[in-house]
């Protein structure tokens, strides 16, 4: 009696003690519905799998599975909701247990189940209900409650300024789930700058949190969103990685050869992040502590204990001055922004180069502040590379210096967690930062020094206690080739200069 697309055709046979009422007979394109019918289930699917498909859209008030038949009726709060949720799988085929499955409205307005029969279902739905309003104080408010005006896209485009700080896909996961689910997120760089495409299964979230979040700073002092309505209703995500994520889609695949972040180690990651302690206080947004700490150790502050901070690790970078670059420079420049491991300049195209970081933060650090800065005179491209380490030369094999392992040098800015070069991050500019000066070196000294790398020095202030200093440049690019020729520099008396780019100016 039932066909091949698992739909009954009134034939009077009943299925099982399931409630006679509900044959799954529905129609293909019916009347919109807060009752949904949901076909061609895996056969060991449980109730709260189900019930997970309609969460992101509003509150789950029924649900009645016909186990014979592959087959299950959803009841949603409200038809708004229904609507959203059949619209938005309409677009995307949802699966369950790998196996697409197919939604529709059903003739029913509501549900009534013979409820001794669906006691398990009710007992799910509480229990599913009451995670979900301690979680998200907002989740309940659908489009018939609130007073926000409808009308606007479910995707906000956001964008990070002064990023400071790396601001994973996780974090921003974290902070705008606080005002419904969030489908997907896709993040990117354009015009040098962090951006995310974010999707809510309901655009009167996405309102909510464009009001409540627009010019927050995700840290404190840094990491600034900006948030405007996307012109897409819908984004396509193809991978499930730190890139971009799919989170009604957990079957995607990582692409670009990682591995997805298998469930027990995510779960792992959580637990384990919560016990650490972040330095330097935490902004407005008051990310929970757990969040906090694994944007922490993402950034390299905390050791994490077998969790490497994903992403490639290894960058291109391409318009390189190949009669001046040296492995040394670029250790130099890109270790501003994390610990370089190994620079290989490439054998047949030497204004190119293959630079390995520690982790993918710092790789995205680097890339996001050095694409597009002027190194010896050239503008020089960084992307990410698809290698996922740079191969040393073999043994006895001369490759003229162009390749060369940093992995033990004394150099690295980021060794020490909590290091307090963590907080000193900034983009180049024309003003550096000197320190470790001993106290027979002179301002004159200095002014000779940086001026002797080719530029010209516009402006000078020591701090206090002498050991520190600023000094500015006339431009970005002198700035940048002093920093590469005089970090490190031994002044005598067993001191060696240390130089970084600030945020101040003189």
């Known amino acids: 009696?039932?066909?091949?697309?698992?739909?009954?055709?009134?034939?009077?046979?009943?299925?099982?003690?399931?409630?006679?009422?509900?044959?799954?007979?529905?129609?293909?394109?019916?009347?919109?519905?807060?009752v949904l019918h949901i076909r061609k289930l895996p056969g060991e699917v449980t109730e709260t799998e189900?019930?997970?498909?309609?969460?992101?859209?509003?509150?789950?008030?029924?649900?009645?599975?016909?186990?014979?038949?592959?087959?299950?009726?959803?009841?949603?709060?409200?038809e708004e909701a229904a609507i959203t949720m059949v619209n938005y799988y309409s677009a995307v085929t949802p699966h369950l247990r790998n196996q697409p499955i197919y939604i529709q409205y059903s003739n029913h307005k509501e549900l009534k189940t013979d409820n001794t029969l669906n006691q398990r279902a009710q007992a799910v739905l509480q229990a599913v209900t009451a995670v979900q309003t301690a979680n998200t104080p907002l989740s309940g408010t659908t489009v018939s409650e609130s007073a926000v005006t409808p009308a606007q896209s479910p995707v906000l485009r956001i964008i990070i300024?002064?990023?400071?700080?790396?601001?994973?896909?996780?974090?921003?996961?974290?902070?705008?789930?606080?005002?419904?689910?969030v489908l997907k997120i896709i993040t990117f760089t354009k015009n040098?700058?962090?951006?995310?495409?974010?999707?809510?299964g309901d655009p009167v979230n996405a309102q909510q949190a464009k009001l409540a979040l627009d010019g927050q700073n995700i840290y404190n002092a840094c990491c600034t969103l900006r948030i405007d309505f996307s012109k897409l209703v819908n984004l396509n995500v193809k991978y499930n990685n730190d890139k971009s994520r799919d989170y009604t889609r957990?079957?995607?695949?990582?692409g670009d050869g990682q591995p997805a972040l298998d469930p027990a180690i995510a779960a792992a990651f959580a637990k384990e992040t919560s016990l650490l302690a972040v330095p330097g206080a935490l902004s407005p947004l008051a990310i929970p502590n757990a969040a906090a700490a694994a944007a922490a150790a993402a950034a390299g502050r905390v050791g994490m204990p077998g969790?490497?901070?994903?992403?490639?690790?290894?960058?291109?970078?391409?318009?390189?001055?190949?009669?001046?670059?040296?492995?040394q420079s670029l250790f130099t420049l890109f270790g501003v922004y994390g610990d370089v491991q190994r620079v290989k300049i490439l054998y047949n195209k030497k204004d190119s180069a293959l630079i390995q970081m520690a982790d993918g933060n710092q790789s995205q650090l680097a890339?996001?502040?050095?694409?597009?800065?002027?190194?010896?005179?050239?503008?020089?491209?960084?992307?990410?590379?698809?290698?996922?380490?740079?191969?040393?030369?073999?043994?006895?094999?001369?490759?003229?210096?162009?390749?060369?392992?940093?992995?033990?040098?004394?150099?690295?800015?980021?060794?020490?967690?909590?290091?307090?070069?963590?907080?000193?991050?900034f983009p180049p500019s024309a003003t550096l930062h000197l320190s470790n000066i001993p106290p027979s070196v002179a301002e004159e000294d200095l002014r000779t020094l940086f001026a002797n790398t080719g530029g010209?020095?516009?402006?000078?202030?020591?701090?206090?206690?002498?050991?520190?200093?600023?000094?500015?440049?006339?431009?970005?690019?002198?700035?940048?080739?002093?920093?590469?020729?005089?970090?490190?520099?031994?002044?005598?008396?067993?001191?060696?200069?240390?130089?970084?780019?600030?945020?101040?100016?003189i």
Do not use: W
């Not at 498909?53 to 087959?71: A, D, R, S």
């Not at 790396?166 to 921003?172: E, F, I």
């Open 1 to 34: 009696c039932v066909s091949q697309d698992g739909v009954s055709h009134r034939t009077p046979a009943t299925n099982g003690n399931d409630s006679k009422k509900f044959k799954g007979e529905d129609k293909m394109d019916g009347a919109p519905s807060r």
């Open 192 to 200: 040098n700058q962090f951006q995310a495409l974010l999707q809510y």
């Open 161 to 181: 300024d002064n990023m400071y700080y790396p601001v994973t896909l996780d974090v921003l996961h974290q902070i705008f789930s606080k005002f419904g689910a």
């Open 367 to 425: 890339m996001n502040h050095l694409n597009g800065q002027k190194m010896y005179g050239k503008i020089i491209r960084v992307t990410l590379s698809k290698h996922q380490t740079v191969q040393l030369p073999r043994e006895g094999l001369d490759d003229q210096g162009l390749t060369k392992d940093f992995g033990n040098s004394p150099l690295h800015r980021f060794k020490k967690p909590g290091s307090k070069n963590f907080q000193n991050i």
């Open 250 to 254: 957990p079957d995607l695949p990582s």
């Open 307 to 327: 969790v490497s901070a994903g992403g490639n690790t290894v960058l291109l970078v391409s318009n390189l001055n190949e009669e001046m670059v040296t492995p």
């Open 50 to 78: 189900v019930i997970a498909l309609g969460l992101p859209f509003g509150k789950v008030t029924n649900i009645l599975m016909l186990k014979g038949k592959n087959q299950a009726f959803l009841e949603l709060a409200t």
């Open 456 to 505: 010209t020095v516009k402006a000078f202030k020591f701090f206090q206690d002498h050991k520190m200093a600023l000094l500015q440049m006339a431009t970005v690019e002198e700035a940048i080739q002093a920093l590469i020729d005089l970090h490190n520099y031994n002044l005598g008396e067993n001191h060696h200069l240390r130089v970084s780019f600030s945020k101040s100016t």
